[in-house]
Structure formats: C-alpha cells, structure tokens
C-alpha cells in the first residue's frame, strides 16, 4: 500500500451500455479512505454509470481506474471484489431467493475457509438481520434489505464501498439510519462512495461531493460548499424522486 | 427430368411464402415462432375439410371450390394465430419459443387423432385442387401450378414490400430496433406486434393452403417438427430481415436438403434407408450451426441492427 | 376408483423421470437464459450410452424382485458422468463461442435445434429406430392397492430418483459451490458482483443437468424401452414441468415435474391417448396465463 496516493482516482472514465455509445464522457473522480463521497446530479446524468464502469458490469471505453495505485480498469466483473471494492447496486441488490445467512455467504464467496466471525460481525453490525437470518430475503423490508445489501458487501471487507442510491425508497428514520452506518463505516477506514437522489441528505453527511450532468463533471468540492452554492442548488438539490 | 425441376420449383416456391411470413415475424417483427409447422398444418387441414370431396366417415369434406378452401385456411389460421398472439406475444423470447412449439406439437396430435374431421394417421384425399378437371396430365397440371405459384410470390412479395414501407411497417421496425421505444409505446408495442404476428401466420396458413391443393392429399406426416426446423434454416441461412434473403434461402436450402436426399438414396443401401435419412438430417442440422457460427448474417442478410439512438 | 390409483401411480412414475430432466432445464433457462431444445436429446444418449455399457458388462442377474442387477446402476452412473461431459462438450463448442459473442438468446435456441437434431440423428445413425432394451427378464408387477399395479422396477426407480434431487438440494443449499448456482440463476450481474465467475458455473451447471438426464433416459429406457425418441417425447413436458415450477428452482422443478407427470397420466382417464402429447403444452399455457413466474418464482 502506497502512502500519499489517494486511495479511489478515477480518471477521464468513458463508459456506456452499448459499446460505441458511451453514457459517460470522461470523469474524474476521487475518493479517500475515511472520507464519504456522494455523486449528485439529474436524472440520466451518468452517476449510476460511473458506478457500473468501476465494478466491471457495463464497458468500458476510455480513461482509469487506479485503486490505491493499481490499475483495475479493465478487471472483469467477478474479480473486482477481490481487489476490494463492494458494491451495491441500487436494484436487484439482494439475492430474493436466497435466506439472509445465505446471502452474506455467497457476498463472501472469495473468502476461502471459515466465514463465522465475518457472520457474527455482519450480525452485531446488523441487528435485525440476526434475527431473520434463517429467513429469505423476499420476506424482509425496504430498510432491511438495504441493510442486507450492505451488511453483503462488507463480508469481503473492502476498502471501497460503492452504493448506488441507498436511500431510494426508505422511509426518512430509515435512510437516517443508513447514512449513520455509512457515517460508521468511514470513521472505521473505508473509503465511501456513493450515487445519490437525495441529494440534500447525502451531502449533509458527506465529506465532498462532485455534481456530474450529460456524463460529465459540472461542479466539484466539499459537501458544504456544494449545499452552500447557489447554482448547485437552483439547478439540482430541488430535485427529488 | 423437367417434370422433376417443376415440381421442384413448385415446392421451392411454396416453402418461400413459409420462409417470407417467418420473416416478417422475426427479421421484422423479433417473434421467435417455433411452431411454423403448426400454422401451416392448420391452413392445410383447413382447406382439406373444407374442399376434399365428401364422404360419409368424415365430419368434414365439404366439397367446396378450391379458392373457398384457400381463403378458408386463411381466415382459419388467422384466427388460431390470434389466439396463440393473444396469450404468447408478451412473453419473452425463449418462452415465446416454447409456447409456439407446443401450439404446432398440439397441432399435429389432433390431425393424427381426430379422426372423423382429419382422417387420422391416413389423412384426407380428393382434395380441391385449382382448375385440376382442365389438365389431363400430372406434367401439365404442375406447369400450370407453377405459373399459378409465379404469380402468388411476386404479389406476395410485392405487398409485403408496401406493407413494410407503409407507416405500420415504419412503426413495427422501430419497435424492432429499440426495444426502449417499445416500453413507451406500451400496449400499442404488443398489438402491432400481434398483428405482424397474425399476418405473418396467415400467409403459413396460405402456404399450407397451396401445398395441399398441389399434391392433392393431407397426411399428418407431412407437418413435423423438421419442417419448422427447415423454414428456420431458409430464413437464417438466407439472411433474415431482408426479404430476398428469404426467398433465396428457400432456394438453397430445399436444393441441399433434396440434393443430399438424392445422394443418399444413391450411396446408401435401401436396407440402411433409416440411417440414409439419418445423415440427410444431421447435414442439414451442423450446416445451420455452421452458418449460426461462422456467418450469422446469411447469405445477403442485412447489417447488423443498430439503434436508432446512434445519430443522435 | 382403481383406475384413479392406476393414473396416481404412473403419474409419479412419469413424475419422477419428468422432474429430473426439468431440473436441468431450469437451470438452463435462469443461469444461460435460453430454451435448450437440445436438453431432451440428454436423455436419449445417456440411455444409449448406459445401453453400450450392458452390451459389456450385462445388465447384472436380477437382484431381489428387480430386473437388473448392480451392473445397471453402475451403468446409469458412468452414463451419467459421460452425459454430463458431453453436455459441457455441446456447450463448448457451439452455446459459449455464441455467447462469447454475445449472440442473441434466440440465436442460441436455434442453435439448441440444430444440436437437437444432430444428436438424436447421430443415434439413429449408429443404432437405427428399433426398441432396444437392458434386459429381458419379465417382471411381475406387485398390486400396492388393489387394481394399482406397478413394477418393483419402477419403484426403484422413483426411489433413485428422489435419492438424486434430495443429494442436488443438499448440494445446492448447504455447500458454498452451491448457493453460488443459485445466486447465478437468481441473477447474474449480483453474482458477478460477489465475485462468481459466470463460467465456472455453467460448466457446473452442464455437468449436473447432464447427469440428471442421464438418469433419466435409463429410467425412461428401463420403462419399458429404449428408442431414439425417448428424449424428444419428453422435451415439451420437461419444459412444462420447468417453467410451471418457476425456472432456477430446484422444488419448482421437482414440483413441476409431478404435476406434468400426474396431469398427463389423470388425462388419459378422460381423453384418449393420442392426446397425451397435448398436455404439458396446455399446462404450460395454463400457468403462463394465471401466473408466468410459476409456483416457486418471483415475479420480475
């Protein structure tokens, strides 16, 4: 591990779902450990994308991706989480079929050997997942299968966690309860990064933010300046699902 | 040797109609009909009922003029594809598969079974044949035939053309290319689907139609599932999306399969005839995975799609 | 009222065949998204090819009220280890260069028709049309209720067959390989998120669906015959069965399989048997109506 390098650069990304037509058109990005970013912008802007393009799951054209100094650009979708970055997708992020132990099973399933003190973690971590964790997940609720998605991705320990959207669809007591976790999980060493809509809440509890529109950067800088901005704030912090 | 290459021909140009109205399903339409025989059998049996001169053990054998027996099988078809459309369209791709493999499976049980109204595994005879009582000779009645079948694939072809250029036909490849296009337009996305659907049937049912009224009988025998197989192999072989890829593939495809039937009642004793058959089929099967590998656009299909969103 | 019994048992009979070719479809259709029309065919060569080991070693003296000793089982067993090869075979050859590519789904079930019938071809090259059989002992049929006859063979069979879906659901729900298929089949991009690798398990896959078919074409061939047939009879109940139950799930599968089995076979009390054919497919259009996800599956 190199000290000085920040630990996410995303540089110059060129990404899109049908090669040949990039969604997104050269964006940078950074993310340190212990701190919290939030991609914030309108509605086709390219965010989830950006997310996406680091994980391996749509193509990529153009630019880097260096997690701490290493190049992961190119890595197919499966061995991304090897290089430690957990990812949580905004749908379809929990296996319905599968019981909650399940589902933190196979979230580890790069782990060779023992998985019971991850387990035991996710659950201290996680209470109400401890109490369902014989159950499938179809059953539980919006709060609580965010918390599986999370609790999901964590099971490799990663050094970046991506989540797209976590808060789409929780009631407010539950996307406060998010945000704390993910508030926890930065002061522990991770670094942060996520797409949000609720733009607002999300710089609120964030350490910088960058508004991207039409796959691009606009605006870049700490949270509070961006809430603080008045452009930023006419044109998108209205905004909300 | 003539006598051979009109009927030939004949038959070449009826599975074209086939392979046309499965293009309009899927090179057009993006429908996957694995029941080609199906509809096809329902126009033949059709016109069958409806023109094959009566006799007491069948329900049907109405004895009607051939052109009555065409459009019979047409608007029976038609009807039968609209129910089938009703329920399968929406699914998705393979499943649509399945669903239409099971419609012509079901097809072919009740034309071996009903006995009464399809004359069971012996099938139906005398059926209506246009203008059979002018013609003293098979040779003469098959050249007329051909002119007939002439005729028939320019008009069909031809109108398949304007239909395509007209503002329906617009609509339908748009909602081919950009499935995003399809979502908005909703509901009106399924029901231009079912109506390529029906239409495309129709003219199977017609084929049908036309097919019996050349040989003269209707046996079960003759709509198994290698005939869907074989349409398919037409259209991909050919190129699909393009309509002269269809007709063309008909062409290339009947010649190879009758081609390499010849060759193996030559090279094969009759005794292993099963076996003859055997290897016709697995030709037929490795050159169509051939072609699906190697050259999946066919012989003049058209360039991959691309969607419409590239220009902007 | 016998008559009833008769159907209930030879519908769990057919039941039992059914649900272990479903199996692999189900599979097929939720983790390589296409209709494999080229599944059925399976059965068939791993019944030929139990076929070529008891034209070796015999099907064994009968053992106990059997027709067939162990050299049978044996037989099903390398049957299902070479089937199971030969699948991930077709697959390298002609499904994974089509999905390489990225070929459309439908470019693949066609594909699937071709091997289909370059497979069941092959066999009636090498063996022609004729029924062959393991063995040619009789068997007496043992009367479990009165007027309900079924064949000590059969029973066995039923048994190994469930023997076989309860080992798979082990598998699948306790060891880690396993869950790692079903979150395949569940969905592919989350899987890949947790670090599966989409070809590993579809090799997997292929092996197992191979293995199943194998058991099931000798259970087919061992009741009562075996034809080149006997794979593309069943390929309509099989998907029936597979997407009644709701594809990617195993009980659905098996659920499925049973209830295509026994609604084929309470048919026959009613409609004759010409139209036996018919009945996966309209069971297969009932469910696509009421409720397309299935018995066991989500609705997308």
Known sequence: MSEGTIHLQVSDLVAGYVRGLPVVHGVSVEVDRREIVTLIGPNGAGKSTVL??????????????????????????????SSGIGFVPQTGNVFTTLTVHENLTVGAHVIRGALNERLERAYALFAPLAARRALRARTLSG???????????????????????????????????????????????????????????????SDRGYVLTEGKNRFAGPARALLDEPRVAEAFLGTRR | MLAYLVFFACIVLIL???????????????????????FYAIGAYTHAIVTAAPQPQYVGNLGLPWLVGVLAAMAATALASWLVGLVTIRLRGDYLAIATFGVAVSIQLVALNWEPLTGGPQGLTRIGRPLARLFETPFGFNLWFLGLMIVLMATIYWALDRVLMSPWGRVLKAIREDETAAVALGKSARRFRLEAFVLGSTLMGLAGALYVSFIGFVSPYDFLPIVTFQVWAMLIVGGSGNNRGAVLGALVVWAIWAGSGVLVTKLVPPSHAAQGAAIQVILIGLLLML?????????????????RHVND | MSQLGQALADGILTGAVVALGAIGVTFTLSIMRFANFAHSELLTWGAYIALVVVAFAGPGAPTGPLSFGWQLVAA???????TGLAAWAVDTLVFRRLRRRGAHPLTMVFAAFGAALVMRHLVVLVWGHESRYYTRELQMAAELLPGVRVLPDQIFIVGLALAAMIGLHVFLTRSRTGMAMRAMAESPALAQVCGIEVEGVVRLTWIISGALAAFAGVFIGLTPQIHPEIGFNVLLSLFAAAILGGTGSLPGAVAGGFLVGLAENLSLLVISPGYKGAMPFLLLLLILIVRPQGIFGERS
């Open chain 3, 76 to 82: 099903a067993l390398i049957a299902a280890v070479l």
């Open chain 1, 143 to 205: 709060g609580e299968r965010q918390m599986l998605a999370i609790a999901r991705a964590l099971m490799t320990d990663p050094t970046l966690l991506m989540l797209d959207e976590p808060t789409a669809g929780l009631a407010p007591r539950v996307v406060e309860e998010v945000f704390r976790q993910l508030r926890g999980l930065a002061e522990s060493g991770i670094a942060v990064l996520m797409v949000e809509q609720n733009a607002k809440a999300a710089l609120r509890v």
């Open chain 1, 52 to 81: 996406k393009a680091i994980a391996g799951l749509v193509s990529r054209e153009g630019g880097h991706v260096r997690l701490d100094g290493r190049d992961v650009t190119a890595l197919p979708a499966h061995e991304v989480v």
């Open chain 2, 16 to 38: 074209g109609i086939l392979t046309l109205a499965l293009n309009l399903q899927w090179g057009f339409t993006g429908l996957f009909n694995a029941g080609v025989v199906g």
């Open chain 2, 291 to 307: 072609v699906l590998l190697f050259r999946p656009r066919g012989l003049i299909g058209e360039a991959a799609v691309v969607s």
